[in-house]
């Protein structure tokens, strides 16, 4: 059994050299799925281990399902079953033993016959899980970890055979919304998502948070560049009609797509390019648009 890491770059610097580092010491092997258009950035890792860090330069955007379905399914890298599969972006950062922690709660939670289909830590110190609408956790029987509905793809790890039995990824979705859909899938199949809140990440998202009095009342969200409202509005679409998307976060995707969009033309900046994204977004749903812009 072995613990591989699948990272996806995009335009990757010294910061996520440091980060492919970290996972050196923590996993067996490390790919680094490069998505920097017409770059190849391997000058910038060729220090580090061959026998443990394989880099890909793909020259072009894949999004985050194919890159990673495209290393999953090469026969070359000789996955077995029974191998630990953890998935990163380059905005991540690990402390020590973060990948041991998650694999001990996977291997209790087989133990106890909880079906585990993926762990994965929490990205704020200190949240209670208990006061999230869309995760809606249940305790589980190992200390401080709960069942959730879905989870983010930085250090979400698995098993092999656990992908291999879903279908991988689903590249319909190109990136926003790709780990909520393979969550639900994994549900879908009878597995557990577990959240553990004595693990955590450190993970940065979009260009901050931004709190802001509407109506008086404090709304939160998060402050991304216009063409992410592209992204999160097309494939957000796409989540809304699968069948096996909980009711319960398909209101939050309707305020996501309908509402949130409205938000950012008004308090944030670059007004005639959020709205030009933003219709574009509806447009290539209706195309089924599963690529780059």
């Known amino acids: 059994m072995k613990t591989w890491a699948l990272v996806t770059l995009f335009f990757p610097t010294q910061e996520q050299l440091h980060n492919v580092e970290l996972l050196c010491t923590q996993c067996d092997k490390v790919i680094l799925c490069d998505n920097s258009p017409e770059k190849d950035n391997h000058a910038q890792f060729e220090n580090l281990s061959p026998e443990k860090v394989t880099y890909i330069a793909n020259k072009k955007n894949l999004g985050l399902s194919r890159a990673f379905n495209q290393e999953l399914k090469n026969p070359n890298h000789d996955f077995s079953d029974d191998d630990f599969i953890v998935f990163f972006d380059q905005d991540s950062t690990?402390?020590?033993k973060h990948i041991k922690s998650l694999q001990d709660i996977f291997l209790e939670l087989e133990e106890k016959n909880e079906n585990p289909g993926a762990?994965?830590?929490v990205t704020e110190k200190g949240?209670?899980?208990v006061n999230s609408q869309t995760l809606?956790?249940?305790?589980?029987p190992v200390k401080n970890c709960y069942s959730v509905l879905h989870c983010i793809?930085?250090?979400m790890l698995t098993r092999y055979s656990i992908l291999r039995k879903i279908g991988f990824w689903n590249e319909n979705f190109f990136l926003d919304q790709a780990d909520h859909e393979i969550s639900f899938r994994i549900i879908k199949f009878g597995y557990k998502i577990a959240q553990s809140e004595d693990i955590y990440l450190k993970h940065k998202i979009g260009n901050g948070i931004m709190?802001?009095?509407i109506l008086h009342h404090i709304e939160t969200f998060a402050v991304n560049a216009p063409i992410r409202d592209y992204y999160i509005i097309r494939d957000g679409l796409k989540l809304l009609r699968l069948n096996y998307t909980p009711n319960s976060f398909k209101k939050y995707l309707r305020k996501m797509i309908y509402h949130e969009p409205v938000d950012h033309i008004i308090y944030l900046p670059k007004k005639i390019k959020r709205i030009y994204y933003i219709l574009r977004g509806h447009i290539d749903f209706l195309a089924n648009k599963s690529t780059e812009i």
Do not use: G
């Not at 809606?136 to 589980?140: A, C, D, E, S, Y």
């Open 94 to 96: 690990v402390d020590e």
């Open 119 to 121: 762990v994965v830590p």
């Open 127 to 129: 949240a209670r899980l």
């Open 136 to 140: 809606n956790p249940k305790p589980l």
């Open 153 to 155: 793809t930085s250090s």
């Open 211 to 213: 709190h802001t009095h």
